[in-house]
């Protein structure tokens, strides 16, 4: 971009770091058996669209990924 110039795209360019629950495709009888298993840490280099308490919305390769922040039962 040149001084004073406009950027070229609107949105800020991040890193996101979240766990998400290994790959498993076992029933579960109730949330103790979730709870016990392992998380992966996984992470993200996309544009962040917006954010609040719940969500997070990013573009990743132009497709809009969606990052729930709570679980709701």
Known sequence: MKPGGKPKFKYKRVKIIWQDILNDNSWFDSLDDV????FAWCEDIG???SKDTKTVKYLLHLIMMV??????M
């Open 67 to 72: 990052i729930n922040l709570t679980l709701e």
């Open 35 to 38: 709870s016990k298993m392992n």
């Open 47 to 49: 544009y962040l669209f």
